[in-house]
């Protein structure tokens, strides 16, 4: 029996199989309400991406156990064989055997008292996008956010160096390999073969992203100019094993994967917030007198954010209800007992921190929008296994402080001078891609506040 054989003794199945495709159409239709309804089955769950089976976890614990023994639960599977097409052996997708030496050099880059320099520059740019906006006018609120979340990524990444064109390229080209990593995560591997415009899409995308990050690399590496950026901390580090840095390549790779790993998530974070933020008048009407209080006037920064409490639990909040890495995968490097089961070496093995965040049994009404849930002083905070938007272990997300600082700082701002209401008739839902994205627009009217 192949390793990645649908079945696995003793795991149930998910019902609702059809012969050669599996669960392929509820992934493709519904994956959220297909997810959420597999811990009713058990802990783990075994469900079948056409003839390549995988076994959901759908238990925190079980899910802290995968995500800390990371050499067994390596990064693979079904999401990892395509992220890989684009983001190489980057820190997010290469093996155990070669990630704690990435982390050590790509480390220093996200050091807290880098966090409070990049803060100027998120602080910056979101002033620009609260500038823009004009009382009355509509947002199509995602995109905007994907706008703010890369020129900041930019800046902090590569001191904004690329020109305008070269810009808006860029951003096309990652929302459009962000689109395609999903479709051909679920179908079949052929099918990602096809010469269909999709693909070739696909295949230009992640052509012109990878020449456009080596073309930075190369002037960066040219000039041997220090920036005090990102890449210019890339560029300068040295293992202290080997003394060597990271090579062209890998530079590439990790450049890359910040883009790919860094831009939508943290820019479908702030949609969700503004979109439950809209549709939860009394916690909208709390944080503006909070940030009115704090910011009195000014643009949010650093030195704000640690009175910016239930701002701060809103973002957490959304985290929860919306995680955008909602499905990763691993395979399993060596047979291995998971929850009294033995899986195999090759298994495919899916984490999902939207299934655990969801779970009654973790949370109370967990399909509500409740930020005082993480009021310390008012309630006990749930286990720490219960709340994985950033995954866990050796490798767990290293931008995890870096989003929340843009996301808190972002809402901050347009809260103190916007209010954001959604149009009539519009009916937002999450739809599954490499991230949670608002399906349905997200298209918002602001209305400036009076002060
Ligand atoms: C709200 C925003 C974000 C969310 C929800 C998020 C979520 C995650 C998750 C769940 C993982 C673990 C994946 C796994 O277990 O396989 C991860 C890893 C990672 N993330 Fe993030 N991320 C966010 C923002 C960022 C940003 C801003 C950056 C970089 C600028 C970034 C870079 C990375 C990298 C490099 C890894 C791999 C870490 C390693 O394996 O050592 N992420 N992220």
């Given amino acids: 029996m192949s390793s990645n054989s649908p079945s696995r003794p003793g795991v149930p199945r ?12 509820q ?17 783990l769950v075994q469900i079948h991406l056409g003839p390549v089976g995988a076994t959901v976890v759908c238990d925190p614990e079980l899910t802290r156990q995968v995500l800390i023994n ?20 980057g820190l997010a997708s290469c093996p155990h055997s070669r990630h704690r030496r990435q982390r050590r050099l790509t480390q220093p880059g996200f050091h807290r008292n880098r966090l409070s320099t990049y803060a100027e520059a998120m602080s910056a740019e979101v002033a620009v996008v609260a500038d823009s906006w004009r009382d009355g006018h509509i947002v199509d609120v995602p995109r905007a956010m994907m706008h703010l979340s890369m020129r900041i990524l930019m800046d902090t990444v590569f001191s904004g160096t690329l020109p305008p064109t070269a810009f808006q390229e860029t ?17 079949p591997p052929l099918w990602s073969r096809l010469p269909t415009p999709h693909n070739r899409r696909y295949s230009r995308a992640n052509t012109r992203l990878q020449r456009t990050v080596s073309d930075v690399i190369r002037d960066r590496r040219a000039s041997g100019r220090d920036l005090g950026d990102l890449l210019s901390i890339l560029l300068t580090t040295r293992d202290t094993s080997d003394g060597l840095g990271l090579t062209d390549t890998e530079l590439r790779e990790q450049l890359v994967t910040f883009f ?10 702030m949609a969700w917030a503004l979109h439950l933020l809209a549709h939860n008048p009394d916690i909208e009407n709390r944080v503006h007198a909070e940030v009115e209080s704090v910011l009195g006037g000014a643009p949010a920064r650093w030195e704000h954010l640690p009175r910016l409490e239930l701002t701060g639990r809103v973002v957490l909040e959304t985290l929860r209800l919306y995680p955008p890495g909602w ?9 291995t007992q998971l929850g009294g089961h033995l899986l195999p070496v090759g298994a495919n093995v899916v984490y999902s921190p939207y299934v655990i965040h969801r779970r009654d049994d973790l949370y109370s ?20 296994s219960a709340f994985i938007p950033f995954g866990g272990g050796a490798r767990k997300c290293i931008g995890d402080e870096f989003s929340i600082t843009e996301t808190t700082l972002a809402l901050a701002s347009i809260i103190d001078r916007w209010r954001l209401t959604e149009l009539p008739g519009q009916r937002v839902r999450p739809v599954a891609s490499v991230s949670l994205r608002p399906l349905g627009g997200m298209r918002m009217r602001v209305h400036a506040r009076v002060r």
């Fill in 171 to 187: 951003l096309d080209d990652i929302n459009t390999v962000m689109a395609g990593a999903y479709r051909r995560m679920i179908l």
């Fill in 70 to 89: 990371d050499r067994a639960f390596d990064k693979g599977g079904p999401l990892f064989t395509r992220l890989r097409e684009v983001i190489g052996d």
């Fill in 14 to 25: 998910a019902p609702g199989a059809l012969p050669l495709l599996g669960h392929i159409p």
């Fill in 260 to 269: 790919m790993a860094g831009a939508e998530s943290t820019a479908t974070t």
């Fill in 27 to 43: 992934l493709l239709r519904d994956p959220l309400r297909f997810l959420t309804s597999l811990p009713a089955h058990g802990d």
């Fill in 365 to 384: 009404d967990p399909t509500q929008f409740h930020p005082d849930r993480w009021d310390k002083e008012r309630h006990q905070p749930p286990p720490r």
């Fill in 327 to 335: 499905m990763v995968t691993r395979t399993v490097t060596t047979d």
